[in-house]
Structures are given as structure tokens and as C-alpha cells.
């Protein structure tokens, strides 16, 4: 079975990006981006509408790094250290060697490659530091711009179930994307 440990947790640098830990200064960025109804709207999850439930975010997120059991970062522009999105490697499967990869950003930044470049470097990540077998993202179908970043990474469509999630007396389907290491291009 897999050992994951993110101590000392590691920052990542891109070309233009840093990718660092989320703490509780990051909480108006975490609520605007958890309680943003548009950037929600493939998620379903609950949206955030206080600085209390952003904080319980926060909170969240920083359990699973010393849990070892998920880890996110705060995507930043390098030379700004208020965060425009969150990425992360969640529902970690060691005895698969699995994770799934999720990511979000504000709408002012989409279309600039920033989603890309995170992903390339979360990839690498998860197949150097954590000896991943493979990668998945889970996503709405109705997700293009989502769909669109993954396969610029390699990524490729698994599967499409039908109505297999229930949210709010709705159900979804979900698209199953993966990258396995064989087939990554560092």
C-alpha cells in the first residue's frame, strides 16, 4: 500500500504561478470562491455563506494535510499572495495508488492557462512526491471548460454515469477523466 505524508508541506513553483497553503487569511478568497453560485454550479456541494463556513473550509482542508488524507493549495500569481483558485489531490486511495484531482478558480482568471499550468504541476506532484498509479477528475458533463483543461493534460475520458449522484433532490451524472503515469508527458 501507498505511504502518503505532506510534511513539511511543499509549495509548488510554475512559471507564473505559486501554489501554496491555504490558511485563514485566505478566508474572503475561500468564501468568494466556495459561495460564488456560478463557480458552484458543477459542484455539488453546499455553497459557503459566511466567513464561518469558510473557515470550517479552511479547516477541512488543513485536517486532510495532516491526516495525510488530501492536500490543497492556494493558487497564486506569483508576486500576489491572494489566492485565485484552489487545487488539490482528495479522495486518495493508497491501496489503488489512486487520487482524484479537483480544482476552481475566479472567472476573471479563466482563459489565461492558470487552471492549466496548476494542473501540470499538481500532476507531477501526484506521480513524483506521492507515486500515484493514476489520476482522476470527476466532473459534471456539462463542464466544457473543465473537460477542456483535462484533456490539454493528457487526461482521457473513463466513463459517463448516468444519474449516480444525488444533490439537493436532483440527480447528476458525472464523467470520470484519468491520467495514468504510463501515459503522462512531464
Given at each position: 500500500?501507498?505511504?502518503?505524508?505532506?510534511?513539511?508541506?511543499?509549495?509548488?513553483?510554475?512559471?507564473?504561478?505559486?501554489?501554496?497553503?491555504?490558511?485563514?487569511?485566505?478566508?474572503?478568497?475561500?468564501l468568494?470562491?466556495?459561495?460564488?453560485?456560478?463557480?458552484?454550479?458543477?459542484?455539488?456541494?453546499?455553497?459557503?455563506?459566511?466567513?464561518?463556513?469558510?473557515?470550517?473550509h479552511?479547516?477541512?482542508?488543513?485536517?486532510?494535510?495532516?491526516?495525510?488524507?488530501?492536500?490543497?493549495?492556494?493558487?497564486?500569481?506569483?508576486?500576489?499572495?491572494?489566492?485565485?483558485?484552489?487545487?488539490?489531490?482528495?479522495?486518495?486511495?493508497?491501496?489503488?495508488?489512486?487520487?482524484?484531482?479537483?480544482?476552481?478558480?475566479?472567472?476573471?482568471?479563466?482563459?489565461k492557462?492558470?487552471?492549466?499550468?496548476?494542473?501540470k504541476?499538481?500532476?507531477?506532484?501526484?506521480?513524483?512526491?506521492?507515486?500515484?498509479?493514476?489520476?482522476?477528475?470527476?466532473?459534471?458533463?456539462?463542464?466544457?471548460?473543465?473537460?477542456?483543461?483535462?484533456?490539454?493534460?493528457?487526461?482521457?475520458?473513463?466513463?459517463?454515469?448516468?444519474?449516480?449522484?444525488?444533490?439537493?433532490?436532483?440527480?447528476?451524472?458525472?464523467?470520470?477523466?484519468?491520467?495514468?503515469?504510463?501515459?503522462?508527458?512531464?
Open positions: 500500500m501507498l505511504t502518503i505524508n505532506f510534511h513539511p508541506f511543499q509549495n509548488i513553483e510554475t512559471e507564473r504561478l505559486l501554489l501554496r497553503r491555504i490558511d485563514n487569511n485566505d478566508v474572503e478568497e475561500v468568494g470562491l466556495r459561495g460564488n453560485p456560478e463557480i458552484m454550479k458543477y459542484i455539488p456541494r453546499p455553497l459557503a455563506k459566511t466567513t464561518e463556513d469558510a473557515l470550517e479552511i479547516a477541512m482542508i488543513e485536517d486532510k494535510i495532516i491526516s495525510n488524507t488530501g492536500i490543497n493549495w492556494g493558487i497564486t500569481i506569483k508576486g500576489n499572495p491572494k489566492i485565485i483558485g484552489i487545487i488539490g489531490h482528495y479522495r486518495i486511495s493508497p491501496e489503488n495508488h489512486r487520487a482524484e484531482i479537483g480544482y476552481m478558480s475566479f472567472p476573471e482568471h479563466n482563459g492557462g492558470y487552471i492549466t499550468e496548476a494542473i504541476a499538481v500532476v507531477a506532484y501526484g506521480f513524483e512526491q506521492m507515486d500515484l498509479h493514476s489520476i482522476e477528475a470527476i466532473i459534471d458533463p456539462g463542464n466544457i471548460a473543465s473537460e477542456r483543461v483535462l484533456q490539454k493534460n493528457g487526461f482521457v475520458k473513463e466513463a459517463h454515469l448516468l444519474e449516480n449522484e444525488l444533490w439537493e433532490g436532483k440527480f447528476w451524472d458525472t464523467v470520470i477523466y484519468s491520467l495514468l503515469r504510463k501515459n503522462w508527458k512531464k
